[in-house]
């Protein structure tokens, strides 16, 4: 499993594949995913509009050119801050990924929130999608990839709207067991 490109690592200190390609297709509001996650995605998302709520892609695949830009965007804020460019850019990388860093490049993480509120804060946990969401999402393929209390280990903030796609049997075990794909991760190469 090993060599299964879903189960690709891209974080802070590990950068996207060399010559990573992406099969990309619109799933609306001017937002693309790879291929590979549009049927489960889709899926997912009229499951949780069946079942009453109102989820809205936010964020999805992101060029390196628009990582980039948004990464560019919170240095100067953390700078505006007073803080020091070492420091801003330290702080930023915490909330917006390095470009080369941020699963939105890889073509299968994206930023779901509620329609009802669509802040990219904590409080988006307590919304009616998200909650279906975190219960909901292994069954098709997805995680919450960035969990509350695993930030020292995933190097990013708790992020309680973002989802990755890993496959149906890689997310069951990972949401059944309150554990973070790195943590995951680390499991498979000990065995």
């Not at 069946?50 to 936010?58: I, S, W």
């Not at 930023?92 to 699963?103: D, F, H, K, L, Y």
Request: overall charge negative; hydrophobic content about 35%.
């Amino acid at each position: 499993a090993e060599d299964d490109p879903l189960l690709t690592l891209v974080n802070p200190w590990n950068t996207l594949p060399e010559g990573w390609t992406v099969d990309l297709v619109s799933v609306g509001g001017g937002h693309k995913v790879d291929k590979t996650c549009y049927d489960d995605l889709t899926a997912m998302l009229e499951a949780c509009k069946t079942a009453g709520f109102r989820p809205v892609v936010r964020s999805s695949y992101r060029t390196q050119a628009t990582q980039k830009q948004l990464y560019e965007n919170k240095v100067r804020q953390w700078k505006g801050y007073g803080y020091s460019e070492t420091e801003a850019r330290k702080k930023a990388a915490t909330i917006v990924a390095p470009p080369g860093t941020s699963e939105h490049q890889l073509g299968w993480a994206v930023d779901i929130v509620d329609a009802s509120y669509q802040v990219l804060n904590e409080k988006q946990a307590t919304m009616p999608a998200q909650i279906w969401l975190m219960e909901h999402s292994w069954e098709y393929g997805f995680i919450l990839r960035y969990p509350v209390n695993k930030s020292e280990i995933t190097g990013i903030i708790y992020e309680p709207w973002h989802y990755r796609y890993v496959g149906v049997e890689a997310a069951t075990e990972i949401m059944s067991r309150g554990i973070c794909f790195e943590e995951w991760l680390a499991e498979q190469k000990a065995q």
